[in-house]
C-alpha cells in the first residue's frame, strides 16, 4: 500500500512538471504572438487652422497702393488697407516665411521659407507656380530683375543663387561671403549683382563670367543692408554702428555709363566745377600734395588692373538707436528710410542738382554777408564753397513707432508719386503712413493700421464654448473672442486687464476672466459690455478657474493661498428691465501654499488643488476634508485634467514630466519625461484614456494613460506652447503659443499605427542624413569654387530619381513584353504607350529637381532614355525640357559617351534633329511675339484716338 501511494505521488508529480513545461514553452509563447498580432490603432490629429497672426517678425511688402502682404508663420496674408480686412491667403503646409519679394509687373510674389526652400505664387490665382530647393538653410535675401525673368536668392548658407523664372531652375550658385547673406540686388544698368553679408563685406558679381570683380572691404562689422545712388555710381552701406557710409563706384570701360547726378553737380562732392578747370591756387595746392599725388597714382594703376574700384566719400550719422536693419529709396530717388532695430526710423533727403545750386548759392551768399559785417576786404567766389556729405543727404526726420519695428516698405502711387511707408512691428501688428517731402524735412501721417485681427503680446490663456465653435483668448490686456470656423476675430474686450486664466459659462453667452492682479471679471460676448468685476476677488494671480460638473458655479485658486467657491446668480435690474448673470461668493477653503491649478471631478465628489510646494492635494467637495495628498513631482504642478470616468489624474509641471495617478488610492500609475520644457497644460480627449500635453518646448503630444505610449506628436508652433482646451467630444483640440498664434488641430478618420510611425519617423530621419552627408561630400570636393551647381540633393530629388528609374525599368520591360497584357502603372497613368509613360514622369519632375535626378541615373540607362528623349523632340513633345535633358546628360557623360561606340549613332542623330526643331520653336515664339507687339500698339493706338 505503502509503495502504491508513493508510486501515485511520484505520478501526479511528473504530470505536474509536464503541464508546467507544455504551458511555459507552447501556450504562452502562442499567447504572446497573439497579442502581438492584435495592434492598437489610434486616430490621427491634423492641423485644420491657424489665426491670430498679423504679421510675424520678417518683412512684410506693398503689393499695390491699398494692398499689402506680411508673412504669418507658415502662411502669406494679404490685407486691404481700406476695409482693414483679409483678403487673401497663400497657404503652406511647409516651414515658416522668412522673406517676401514681389516681381516688377506684380502679378508674382516670391516667398522664402526657413527650409531653405522658395516658392513663387500667383497673385490672382493663389496657387504655387515654381518651387526653388536650393538652399541648405533659411532664406534669408530676395530680388528679381527689372524684367522679372531672373530672381536671386541669399541665405544662412553663405550661397548666392541665381534662379531663371522662365526655366525654373537654377542657373549657378556663387560663393564667397564666409556669413549668412543680409542684401542682394541686380544692377539695373549693368549685368552685376550685388550682395553683402554679415561677415562685412559688399561683393561686385560679374553675371557673365560668373565671378566676383570687387570687394568693398571698409567695414569692421557685419552689412546689413545697401542701396544704390545716381545711375548706380554711388553706393550706401548700413551696418551696425550707428553710421550710414557712402562710397563712389567707378567702373572700368567694360562697365562703364555716362554719370550723372551728384558728380555733375556743380562743384560735385568736394565743390570743384570741372567745366571751368582749376585756378592758380589750386593748381600751387596740388602740386604741394605729394602724398596725394602718389594716391591716385596708386589708384589709377589699380583702376587699369580692376574693372570696378570703390572709394569711400564718408559717413552720415543716423539719430535713431539701434543698428541699421534695412535701408529702402523712394522711386524718385530723392528720399532714404534707414530702419533701425528700435522703434525709430530715419529719414534722409537727397538733395536734386537744384537743391544742391541753391544750397550753394544759400552758403555763399552767408559767407560774403559775414565778411562783410567783419569789415574785411576777402573775397569769396563759387569755387571756395565746398559742399559737406550732410548737405548731399540732409537728415529729414524721426518717426517713433509704437512698438519695436521688425521691417519697412516704401511705395510711390499716383500721378503725384505720393509716397507711403508700411512699419510691421513685434507686436503683431503693422501701420501705414504717407510721407511728404519738403524743404525742411519729411513730414509722416499715419493714414492706416490694422491691430483687431490678433493680440499684441502673447496667449495667456485659452477655453472653448460647450459646442467648440467659439474660443476665448487673453493677453497681457486684451481678451479676443474667435469663430473657430473661420479664425475671425468676433469680439475685444479692451479692459479685461491681464488675464490668466478664463471660462466660457455654459450658455455660451457670458464669459469669466480672472486677471493677474486678483480681479474677476463677468463679461456678455454679446455686448461686450461688463457686467460684474470683483476686484478683491482674490488678493494675489487668479491662476485657475473650474467649472463645477452641476454648472451651478464654479472655483478659482489663486497666488494667495485660497479656493473660494461661487456661484451663478440671476439678479434683476433696473437698467436692463430683466434678469442679468451675477456671481457670488459662498465659502474659501484655506490652503498651505500658492495655488497653481483647480479641478473638480466629474462626478463632483473630489477637487484636486495643485499647490506651489509640489504636492497635489485632492479633497471631498461637500466637506472640504483632505483625501489624498499626491508627492512625486519635483518642481510645481501647473496643470490638471480628470478623466471621464473619475479614475485617473493627469499632472503636467515645471519639472517638464506628466504623471498619471490613480484615484481610487492615490498611487502613480506612470510617470512620463513627456518634454523638454515646462509643461503648460494636459486635457483628456473625450471618455478615453488619451491625453495631450502641451509644453514651452513647442510641442503637443498625445499620451495613451492606459498603455502608457507616445502616440503622437504635433508640431506647428514658432514658440513656446502656452495654454491648451479640447472639446467635450475630444475631436477638437486649440492651442494658443507665445507666438500669439492659436491652432486648431482636428481628430480625423485617418488610422494611426504607431509602430509604423515610428518606422517612417526613422527612414526620414535616414534619408536626410544621407543627404545632409552626400551634401557635405559635395561641398567639400568643391573646395574654394566660386562657382557651383544651383542644386542640392535631398530626399525629394532621391525620390525623383527612384520614379525615373522605375519608369525606365518598365518601358525597358514593356518593350521586351510580347503580351498583350500593358503593366498596370501605364493604366493608372492612363498612357498610351511606354514611350508616353516615361514623358508622363519627366514631366511631373519639378524642374528644379530635373539635373539632380539626372544625375543618380544609372548610366545603363542613359543610352535608352537618350533615345526616346530624340524621339521626344522629333515629335514636338515637351521640346523645352527634352532638349534640357539632353543636354545636361551630353554634358555629364561626355567622356563615356564618346569613348562608347554604341552611342554614334544616336549622337549623329540628335546633332541632326535638334537644331532644326529648335529653330522651327524660334521661329514659333519670334512670330507670336511680333503678333502681341502689333496687338499692344494697335490697342494703344486706340487709346489714344479714343480719348
Request: glycine fraction near 6%.
Amino acid at each position: 500500500v505503502c509503495l502504491f501511494v508513493c508510486l501515485c505521488v511520484f505520478v501526479c508529480f511528473c504530470v505536474s512538471l509536464l503541464f508546467s513545461f507544455v504551458l511555459n514553452f507552447c501556450l504562452l509563447p502562442l499567447q504572446s504572438v497573439a497579442v502581438k498580432m492584435v495592434i492598437k490603432n489610434y486616430l490621427r490629429y491634423e492641423s485644420d487652422g491657424r489665426y491670430g497672426v498679423i504679421t510675424s517678425s520678417n518683412p512684410a511688402v506693398f503689393l499695390n497702393e491699398n494692398t499689402v502682404a506680411t508673412p504669418a508663420l507658415e502662411d502669406v496674408k494679404v490685407w486691404n488697407l481700406k476695409t482693414r480686412e483679409l483678403v487673401k491667403r497663400f497657404y503652406s503646409e511647409k516651414e515658416y516665411v522668412t522673406l517676401l519679394c514681389v516681381s516688377p509687373l506684380g502679378n508674382r510674389i516670391a516667398v522664402g521659407y526657413q527650409s531653405g526652400e522658395i516658392q513663387i505664387w500667383d497673385y490672382e490665382s493663389g496657387e504655387s507656380l515654381i518651387v526653388f530647393s536650393g538652399h541648405r538653410s533659411a532664406v534669408t535675401a530676395l530680388n528679381f530683375n527689372a524684367t522679372g525673368t531672373l530672381l536671386t536668392s541669399g541665405s544662412q548658407d553663405t550661397d548666392v543663387i541665381v534662379w531663371d523664372v522662365v526655366n525654373e531652375s537654377g542657373l549657378y550658385r556663387l560663393r564667397g561671403h564666409k556669413g549668412p547673406i543680409y542684401r542682394v540686388m541686380f544692377c539695373m544698368e549693368r549685368n552685376i549683382l550685388l550682395s553683402c553679408s554679415k561677415d562685412g563685406l559688399v561683393k561686385f558679381w560679374d553675371l557673365d563670367t560668373q565671378h566676383c570683380v570687387h570687394t568693398l572691404v571698409g567695414h569692421r562689422e557685419a552689412v546689413t543692408d545697401f542701396i544704390l545712388l545716381e545711375d548706380e555710381t554711388k553706393i550706401v552701406t548700413g551696418s551696425t554702428d550707428d553710421e550710414l557710409r557712402v562710397w563712389d563706384i567707378e567702373y572700368n570701360k567694360v562697365f562703364s555709363t555716362p554719370r550723372t547726378a551728384l558728380d555733375t553737380v556743380e562743384g560735385g562732392m568736394d565743390g570743384t566745377n570741372e567745366e571751368d578747370g582749376p585756378n592758380e591756387e589750386e593748381q600751387e595746392e596740388q602740386a604741394d600734395q605729394d602724398e596725394n599725388s602718389e594716391k591716385k597714382a596708386k589708384l589709377s594703376d589699380v583702376a587699369a588692373r580692376t574693372p570696378i574700384q570703390t572709394v569711400s566719400c564718408g559717413s552720415i550719422m543716423k539719430k535713431g538707436q539701434g543698428r541699421t536693419v534695412s535701408l529702402h529709396l523712394s522711386k524718385q530717388k530723392d528720399m532714404i528710410v534707414c530702419h533701425n532695430s528700435s522703434k525709430m526710423i530715419d529719414f534722409f533727403r537727397v538733395r536734386t542738382q537744384s537743391e544742391l545750386a541753391r544750397k550753394k548759392a544759400r552758403m555763399l551768399k552767408a559767407k560774403r554777408k559775414k565778411l562783410k559785417d567783419k569789415d574785411s576786404e576777402e573775397t569769396v567766389s563759387a569755387q571756395d564753397i565746398q559742399l559737406k556729405l550732410t548737405d548731399f543727404f540732409p537728415h529729414g526726420g524721426l518717426l517713433v513707432c509704437p512698438g519695436v519695428v521688425c521691417s519697412v516698405d516704401i511705395h510711390s502711387s499716383g500721378d503725384d508719386n505720393a509716397q507711403k511707408l508700411l512699419v510691421a512691428m513685434n507686436n503683431n501688428a503693422f501701420e501705414v503712413y504717407s510721407l511728404e517731402r519738403n524743404q525742411k524735412g519729411i513730414d509722416s501721417k499715419r493714414v492706416s493700421f490694422v491691430s483687431q485681427q490678433g493680440h499684441r503680446k502673447p496667449v495667456r490663456s485659452l477655453c472653448l464654448s460647450s459646442d467648440a465653435s467659439l474660443v476665448l483668448t487673453t493677453s497681457n490686456s486684451t481678451a479676443k473672442l474667435w469663430n473657430r470656423l473661420n479664425g475671425q476675430c468676433i469680439l475685444t474686450l479692451e479692459d479685461a486687464g491681464y488675464g490668466v486664466s478664463s471660462l466660457i459659462v455654459p450658455g455660451n453667452r457670458h464669459a469669466l476672466i480672472g486677471t493677474k492682479s486678483g480681479e474677476l471679471k463677468l463679461y456678455s460676448l454679446s455686448s461686450g459690455e461688463c457686467l460684474d468685476n470683483i476686484e478683491d476677488a482674490h488678493e494675489q494671480s487668479v491662476w485657475g478657474i473650474a467649472l463645477q460638473p452641476d454648472t451651478q458655479g464654479f472655483v478659482t485658486g489663486s497666488a494667495d493661498k485660497t479656493v473660494k467657491f461661487w456661484q451663478f446668480e440671476l439678479v434683476e435690474t433696473e437698467e436692463t428691465m430683466g434678469k442679468v448673470l451675477t456671481i457670488e461668493h459662498t465659502k474659501t477653503l484655506q490652503m498651505t501654499d500658492e495655488v497653481t491649478s483647480v479641478c473638480f471631478t466629474p462626478d463632483q465628489q473630489l477637487l484636486c488643488i495643485a499647490l506651489l510646494d509640489n504636492t497635489v492635494k485632492v479633497v471631498y467637495v461637500d466637506t472640504l476634508k483632505p483625501f489624498l495628498s499626491l508627492y512625486g513631482h519635483k518642481l510645481p504642478v501647473v496643470c490638471m485634467a480628470i478623466s471621464k470616468d473619475n479614475t485617473l489624474l493627469a499632472t503636467g509641471s515645471a519639472d517638464k514630466n506628466v504623471k498619471i495617478w490613480g484615484l481610487d488610492f492615490g498611487d502613480c500609475h506612470k510617470s512620463f519625461r513627456a518634454h523638454q520644457d515646462t509643461v503648460t497644460s494636459v486635457c483628456f480627449a473625450g471618455t478615453t484614456h488619451y491625453v495631450f500635453s502641451t509644453s514651452k518646448d513647442r510641442t503637443i503630444k498625445q499620451w495613451d494613460a492606459d498603455s502608457f505610449r507616445l502616440v503622437q506628436t504635433l508640431e506647428g508652433h514658432e514658440q513656446g506652447v502656452s495654454c491648451g482646451a479640447i472639446s467635450t467630444k475630444g475631436d477638437v483640440l486649440v492651442t494658443g503659443s507665445h507666438d500669439k498664434s492659436i491652432r486648431t488641430w482636428m481628430r480625423t478618420k485617418e488610422m494611426l499605427n504607431v509602430e509604423e510611425e515610428l518606422e517612417i519617423q526613422r527612414e526620414q530621419e535616414y534619408d536626410e542624413e544621407q543627404a545632409e552627408q552626400e551634401g557635405r561630400e559635395f561641398r567639400a570636393k568643391a573646395g574654394d569654387d566660386e562657382v557651383a551647381a544651383p542644386t542640392k540633393r535631398s530626399t525629394e530629388t532621391l525620390k525623383a530619381a527612384e520614379r525615373l528609374i522605375e519608369a525606365m525599368d518598365v518601358v525597358l520591360a514593356e518593350e521586351e513584353n510580347e503580351s498583350n497584357a500593358p503593366n498596370p502603372l501605364l493604366l493608372a497613368f492612363r498612357a498610351t504607350s511606354p514611350a508616353h509613360f516615361l514623358q508622363i514622369v519627366l514631366i511631373k519632375i519639378r524642374s528644379s529637381e530635373l539635373e539632380q535626378a539626372l544625375m543618380l541615373l544609372p548610366f545603363k540607362y542613359i543610352h535608352p532614355l537618350l533615345s526616346y528623349l530624340c524621339q521626344f523632340i522629333k515629335e514636338e513633345k515637351s521640346v523645352e525640357r527634352s532638349c534640357r535633358c539632353v543636354f545636361f546628360l551630353m554634358k555629364l557623360h561626355h567622356n563615356q559617351i564618346v569613348s562608347t561606340s554604341s552611342f554614334l549613332p544616336l549622337v549623329e542623330k540628335l546633332r541632326v534633329t535638334v537644331p532644326s526643331v529648335l529653330q522651327r520653336e524660334k521661329d514659333v515664339i519670334g512670330y507670336n511675339s511680333a503678333t502681341v507687339h502689333f496687338v499692344q500698339r494697335q490697342i494703344k493706338e486706340h487709346s489714344t484716338m479714343h480719348m
